[in-house]
């Protein structure tokens, strides 16, 4: 026998022992190729992730005649391992897909349906960012930071929108374990006070463990023009003169050329891809095509009564509710029935939700073009897809009528019906809105439970409809599956899908443990009707909490509407409950809270016990007012911000804000002959936001109010070539945000007087009467020098409107508003008052 095939064996052998020791059990391991050739793979048993180092098998002599290579093991998953497709959806209700007894066709998602398993009991935590945490990482959104979406983020380890590094993704483990792992889509977990192309990047896509991301940073964008859009770590524009570009058709691109790659480069690896379209979260902005489609079928023509009424009747021909299931009452109280409407009204509404349900069917269309991609590559048979139908029930957030755009809503300002039929009917869902439906709708789109998006203690805003495929493994096609479930379950069901181990230590962190369970249990036709093997459940949002118990449901009257903005006068604690036997009421439509107190006293009190060991207490029920709460972002702290070269991108929630206080702007610009064009400085856009510029030559400084007001200061004469002072300074009247604190929001929204001046002379002086008072254009950016996404004010430029000068340097500089003592006690006395009175 010769050295070199001595040396091999002894390498084999190494090889052998290292795969019994990393794995305790070595049947557990599998391996390919000859150790130590380029070749060789292994498994891990994935205990510790990233796997600790092999040991070098080989021979080192002092010189490489006579030594040996050895390569370490490719780490691959296990043989068989199916490649997945999770697919999430945004603001969508149990009654909105044809699947399960909507009029909205999606084909694809029946298409996954009727493939695999309906799943009828499944749920969400009825907020875009804390389900998505929770969806990732397999554990409930307060034990991850998210028990709100990452814009509300408050100083607490339940509320702070941190994922901690004890709680891996399920991006890190397959990635770990050899998948291929990507993001596209909405990212809504990542802090807003982190999201600059400066890092950190820890707790974005490609830090979380997703190897490649593209999609939109933060909880929407506008999809004809998405500002906020980025491939990995770096924001991109690719809407720049391309007036046919829709972000839920790039994406569906993006995602299929990357799976291709994959299948090309290394077919018998499989993927993992997280699909997360921003359908059909507001604005709502489906092709034109696909509104004339959907406009063309007439679904909505007897308004949203009745079309309860149809679902309500699909969804027991589908059996997708029990015979006897009960249609739950319409809020009379709260919302108009559909015959009290006037005849604009029925217009404006019909219009909104066709283009609503046009942005459904066109999200599911570009899914299937996904779906059909895995097909034609000849993966699906072995390919998981799991299709949540919505991160949360339907949303009501566009107010009683409807709303052109959502930044009005957020600012506390209503659009009249007939301003809408004026102004925006015909460019509904095109660039030119930022737009949400009616209230009305989102309800009807809830069927057959109550409520919506924001509301955890009644099922519509939590009851998610979704579908499971695997053609290799499921045989039981088109079956429906009832066993209660929650989002933090999928992350178990894909880690036994996988034949992955949760892991228990990752970079070297001791990892927390996984909260959901499998529900792989399902997939078998056998196990159709087996009790669900997750029994207890809590739910928690904004104060709004439930607690699930073995088909109870305990939960609170809902005391603030969503579409409402103020907390409610009720203390968070002090909340009224009520009492459900799901097994007998499948709907949630009768309180049997009077007939069975001490059941439900056994389960207020197992509430407690759950969000003690969950991070759910603080309870907080304020909502739009925690939007301008400060968080440690770039700015915070500081008062004076220099910048002394162009730059572009810095998001909304990483810019300095100028709202409820005074400031100055000063440019010290130097204009080229011929004069001056171009963006200093701005932020926000179209829908929101303000700009200081040059426009043919005259300074101008404009602040857009929702887009339904823009107030103007600007110049009478063009700059002349040379070295100038620009400077926009505004004192704002009011109190500023330490009113809040008080519970009083005076101080905030108020008006100021604005001054421009160039060259220390003022060049115009005008009031502006009232301000934005809580948030800017989300989607949009802090810009130097040019523009991205869309003008403050389309009459006087397009993007970019690049500064066609030089500038040494912009500064602001921020003078917030302090209470005086006095301020403080007539407050308090104001607070006490108020207290006292309800």
């Not at 979406?149 to 100083?155: D, F, H, K, M, W």
């Not at 972002?633 to 220099?642: L, N, P």
């Not at 200061?713 to 002349?720: P, V």
Request: with cysteine.
């Amino acid at each position: 026998m010769t050295m070199a095939r001595i040396g091999h064996l002894i390498a084999t052998f190494t090889f052998a022992l290292l795969a019994n020791t990393h794995s305790g059990l070595a049947q557990d391991i599998q391996r390919t190729g000859e150790a130590g050739s380029a070749s060789a793979t292994t498994t891990i048993d994935g205990r510790q992730i990233p796997a600790p180092p092999s040991e070098f098998g080989g021979k080192i002599e002092r010189s490489a005649e006579g030594s040996m290579p050895y390569w370490p093991p490719r780490i691959v998953p296990r043989k068989g391992a199916p490649n997945i497709l999770l697919i999430i959806t945004d603001d969508s209700g149990f009654g909105v897909p044809s699947t399960f007894g909507g009029v909205i066709p999606t084909p694809t998602l029946d298409r996954i349906a009727a493939d695999g398993l309906r799943y009828t009991n499944f749920h969400s935590t009825a907020l875009c960012s804390p389900t998505r945490a929770a969806l990732i990482t397999g554990r409930n959104h307060h034990s991850v930071g998210f028990g709100v979406i990452a814009e509300q983020a408050t100083g607490y380890p339940g509320y702070d929108s941190i994922i901690t590094r004890d709680k891996a993704t399920i991006g890190k483990i397959l990635k770990e374990n050899g998948y291929r792992t990507s993001w596209f889509g909405k990212n809504h977990n990542t802090p807003s006070f982190q999201a600059t192309e400066i890092g950190p990047f820890d707790q974005w896509p490609v830090g979380l463990g997703f190897e490649y991301f593209y999609g939109f940073m933060g909880g929407d964008t506008n999809q004809w023009q998405p500002a906020n859009l980025a491939r990995n770590t770096t924001y991109i524009y690719p809407f720049l003169d391309n007036p046919t570009y829709n972000l839920t058709t790039a994406m569906a691109d993006e995602a299929i050329e990357y799976m291709n790659k994959v299948n090309t480069l290394t077919p018998d690896q499989p993927f993992f891809v997280y699909y997360a379209p921003g359908g059909t979260h507001a604005p709502h902005h489906p092709t034109p095509e696909w509104i004339k489609k959907i406009s063309d079928m007439h679904l909505f023509d007897d308004g949203w009564n009745k079309l309860r009424d149809t679902i309500f009747a699909n969804q027991k021909k589908l059996g997708v509710i029990p015979e006897d299931a009960r249609l739950t009452a319409w809020p009379t109280d709260l919302l108009k029935e559909w015959d009290q409407l006037s005849a604009d009204e029925k217009k404006m509404f019909i219009r909104q939700a066709d283009v609503f349900a046009a942005y459904v069917a066109y999200t599911d269309h570009e899914i299937g073009r996904v779906v059909q991609a895995v097909e034609d590559m000849g993966r699906l048979d072995n390919t998981l897809i799991i299709y949540i139908n919505g991160d949360n029930g339907t949303s009501s957030e566009g107010t009683l009528v409807g709303t052109p755009n959502e930044v009005a809503m957020f600012n506390g300002v209503n659009v009249p019906v007939e301003l809408q039929l004026k102004n925006f009917y015909d460019v509904w869902g095109s660039d030119r809105t930022y737009n949400h439906m009616a209230v009305g709708w989102a309800w009807a789109f809830d069927t057959p439970f109550s409520w919506t998006k924001q509301i955890v203690s009644h099922l519509g805003g939590v009851r998610q409809g979704m579908a499971i495929s695997w053609p290799g493994r499921i045989k039981d096609k088109g079956g429906i599956r009832k066993q209660f479930h929650h989002v933090i379950d999928i992350v178990p069901t894909l880690i036994e899908a996988t034949g992955v181990q949760a892991p228990e230590t990752v970079d070297g962190i001791k990892q927390s443990p996984i909260e959901g369970v499998s529900m792989a249990y399902t997939f078998d036709a056998a196990n159709a009707e087996a009790p669900s093997t997750h029994t207890t459940q809590y739910f928690e949002m904004f104060g709004d909490r439930a607690l699930y118990h073995d088909g109870w449901l305990a939960s609170t009257k809902v005391m603030r509407p969503p579409w409402v903005q103020s907390p409610p006068a009720v203390g968070v604690l002090d909340y009224p409950w009520e009492l459900y036997d799901l097994t007998k009421d499948w709907t949630q439509s009768e309180d049997i809270a009077a007939q069975n107190p001490e059941k439900l006293e056994e389960l207020k009190k197992l509430f407690w016990v759950e969000a003690e060991k969950y991070q759910v207490e603080p309870l907080d029920a304020t909502l739009i007012t925690r939007l301008i709460t400060p968080r440690p972002s770039t700015t915070a702290g500081r008062d004076e911000f220099v910048w002394t070269r162009p730059m572009i991108g810095t998001p909304n929630g990483d810019a300095p804000s100028v709202l409820n206080t005074s400031y100055t702007f000063t440019a010290e610009i130097d204009v080229p002959e011929g004069g001056g064009d171009g963006v200093l400085i701005t932020q926000g856009g179209r829908f929101a936001g303000y700009g200081f510029y040059i426009l043919k030559g005259k300074p101008v400084f404009t602040w857009n109010l929702v887009d339904l007001k823009r107030v103007r200061w600007e110049g009478n004469e063009a700059l002349t070539p040379g070295k100038h002072t620009l400077e926009f300074d505004f004192r704002y009247d009011g109190l500023g945000m330490g009113t809040l604190a008080f519970g009083d929001t005076s101080g905030i929204g108020r008006g100021g007087t604005g001054t421009l001046k160039v060259d220390g002379t003022v060049v115009a002086e005008q009031k502006m009467e009232h301000s934005l008072p809580f948030i800017m254009q989300w989607d949009e950016n802090l810009d130097i020098g040019s523009d991205t996404g869309t003008p403050v004010d389309d009459a006087d430029y397009q993007v970019p409107f690049a500064f066609n000068g030089t500038f040494d340097r912009i500064t602001l500089t921020i003078d917030r508003p302090q209470l005086s003592e006095a301020d403080k006690a007539k407050l308090l006395q104001a607070q006490k008052s108020k207290q006292t009175a309800e």
